[in-house]
């Protein structure tokens, strides 16, 4: 599918060589503008810089943080582009990992911001998302490109693609998870997500604080005494 915009996945290396379920990857194989870079630490990538410092690129990191630009609300329009091409980085991991990667490249902390505030609720059912508002990298590209089209600065042709191939990857998993002649599935892993227990202790309350600070912050910035980030 081609899209205006170019998605660089960066994944760290237990998702790119462990994951049977990696979603980065399906995501990389139904975007034409899109590639992938295995590492930890991206300030010594050669590509990676290359695409950061190229001035006809708005290079962007889509990280939820009180400063990030929010797509789902317009904060970013054509304007900002000029005649630049949008650039945008998703870290390919879980928080944890991922928040590793960022604290090791300085050059990824200096980028702009990008989040957005997701149409639905996750989809993963093999997999548990840390809080709720948290999405595979699968899911984050789909809103991504929602609220892209929404702002016109990308058009998405292919709205079902994504989604289909996620379930269909789901499907598989499950099926598998159900054979018994298959070795290494977790046979009574998977539930519902509305089932599911939230979680608990300070690395819940810590991720829970994120995307509360995120939430505060983009109210406050579109109330009236909030005025403009």
Request: with cysteine; charged share 25%.
């Given at each position: 599918?081609?899209?205006?915009?170019?998605?660089?996945?960066?994944?760290?290396?237990?998702?790119?060589?462990?994951?049977?379920?990696?979603?980065?990857r399906?995501?990389?194989?139904?975007?034409?503008?899109?590639?992938?870079?295995?590492?930890?630490?991206f300030?010594?990538d050669?590509?990676?810089?290359?695409?950061?410092?190229?001035?006809?690129?708005?290079?962007?990191l889509?990280?939820?943080?009180?400063?990030?630009?929010?797509?789902?609300?317009?904060?970013?329009?054509?304007?900002?582009l000029?005649?630049?091409?949008?650039?945008?980085?998703?870290?390919d991991?879980?928080?944890?990992l991922?928040?590793?990667?960022?604290?090791?490249?300085p050059?990824?902390?200096?980028?702009?911001r990008?989040?957005?505030?997701?149409?639905?609720p996750?989809?993963?059912v093999?997999?548990?998302q840390?809080?709720?508002?948290?999405?595979?990298?699968?899911?984050?590209?789909?809103?991504l490109?929602?609220?892209?089209?929404?702002?016109?600065?990308?058009?998405?042709?292919?709205?079902?693609?994504?989604?289909e191939?996620?379930?269909?990857?789901?499907?598989?998993?499950?099926?598998?998870?159900?054979?018994?002649s298959?070795?290494?599935?977790?046979?009574?892993?998977?539930?519902?997500p509305?089932?599911?227990?939230?979680?608990?202790?300070?690395?819940?309350?810590?991720?829970?604080?994120?995307?509360?600070?995120?939430?505060?912050?983009?109210?406050?910035?579109?109330?009236?005494?909030?005025?403009?980030?």
């Open positions: 599918m081609p899209t205006r915009t170019r998605f660089v996945f960066l994944m760290h290396p237990k998702e790119f060589k462990h994951e049977k379920a990696g979603t980065g399906l995501t990389h194989l139904c975007l034409a503008q899109s590639e992938i870079h295995m590492g930890v630490e300030d010594a050669e590509t990676v810089q290359a695409l950061i410092n190229d001035p006809r690129n708005l290079a962007m889509v990280y939820p943080s009180a400063g990030a630009l929010n797509l789902s609300k317009g904060d970013l329009q054509p304007t900002h000029g005649e630049r091409q949008l650039v945008v980085f998703l870290l991991a879980t928080w944890a991922a928040k590793k990667m960022l604290r090791l490249s050059s990824l902390q200096r980028l702009p990008l989040m957005f505030t997701p149409s639905a996750s989809r993963y093999i997999k548990q840390p809080v709720e508002g948290c999405l595979s990298t699968l899911e984050a590209t789909h809103e490109l929602l609220a892209l089209k929404r702002s016109g600065l990308d058009h998405y042709p292919m709205q079902e693609q994504l989604l191939l996620f379930g269909r990857m789901q499907d598989y998993q499950l099926t598998c998870a159900r054979d018994p298959r070795e290494g599935y977790r046979r009574r892993a998977y539930s519902a509305g089932d599911r227990i939230r979680p608990r202790g300070s690395t819940g309350a810590r991720r829970t604080r994120l995307f509360n600070l995120t939430e505060r912050s983009n109210e406050k910035a579109n109330s009236p005494e909030g005025g403009a980030a």
